[in-house]
């Protein structure tokens, strides 16, 4: 049991001189289970979870068996600021948050007092792989007149150089709110989402270098060719995706958004721009409509990710409830970098609070499109 695949991933940082340089990173992906191994895991984990006082975090990329763990066991399924918040407000004393490193970490920033363990401490994040602290804070360090926003895809250490962390419904109102406030503004890491709030909002942002190996490589060529294909589908569109793909998108928006948008419409066939995972979610929310995943740089062996995040794909119900069980791969985040994280989460929190962000999809997507352009990503 617990036998593993190692894939390499290739991952981009920006350099001093302004360039990009590629590194691989590792993701150890594990080996699926027999249905009756299945079964006798899944009866642990939920033991586990009681006698633990635990409750299982999961993210809408992770493995749909997992999903459906949490839903069932009083958990949640979300994007990465839900998945935090949910954590936080959870009466349980442990959380085990399936997801990656970074998600776990802001839920032990928001929860210090909680016990919070993850399948695997080495499932990663592109995006956080492509800022390090120390050569983001240099980066930072040349600016000093601008504010720092940094999305919620990043290291707690990275978090608590930032003035602000952002996601999902709230990162294009607080860049707005800045620009008008006369800010000027660095962003990072995801260049993609950050040129995408720079065209929404007009702000002046100089953006770090960094990029979602998923989103990357959805590729706007093929993607109008497989449009062609389906002239009746809408696209959904994840704002990690280049904006090339985003052009072609009826729908910008988070996860959870792009769910809300495909329950709305009255499209009955979708194409989707962001990590298959969020199928699980989707088609629950869309029995009887038909998704098909956009095109990808290559297909099976060629493409690196294939809509499939590989860090995302580390979580396993096995590993899950050897954590819980053993009590390992548990999330300490030093205090002092906590204190520091904490002020820019919860910045972006007290925000939330008096915006009251509240978006209701109408199911007409052209004024959907112009209501989702205030929805960042998950
Ligand atoms: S899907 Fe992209 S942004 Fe999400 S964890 Fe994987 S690499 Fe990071």
Redesign the pocket.
Known sequence: MNQEVTKWVDYIQPTKAGSVKIYQAEAKVPVALTSEEEEKVIAELKALLKAEDAVLVAHY?TDPRIQALAEETGGCVADSLEMARFGRDAKAQTLVVAG?RFMGETAKILSPEKRVLMADLDAT????LGCPEEEFSQFCDQYSDRTVVVYA?TSAKVKARADWVVTSAIGLDIVRELDRAGEKIIWGPDKHLGHYIQEQTGADMILWQGS????DEFKADSLALFRKEHPDAAVLAHP?SPASVLAQADVIGSTSQLIKAAQASTSERFIVAT?RGIFYKMQQAVPHKELLIAPTAGESATCKSCAM?P??AMNSLAKLRDALKLGSNEIKVDEAIRVGAVKSLNRMLDFSEKMSVNVQASGDLLQDQRLFQHVGPA
């Open positions: 990329y990656v994040c592109s995006l956080d895809n979602c190996i998923v989103h990690e990590d995040c860090w995302m």
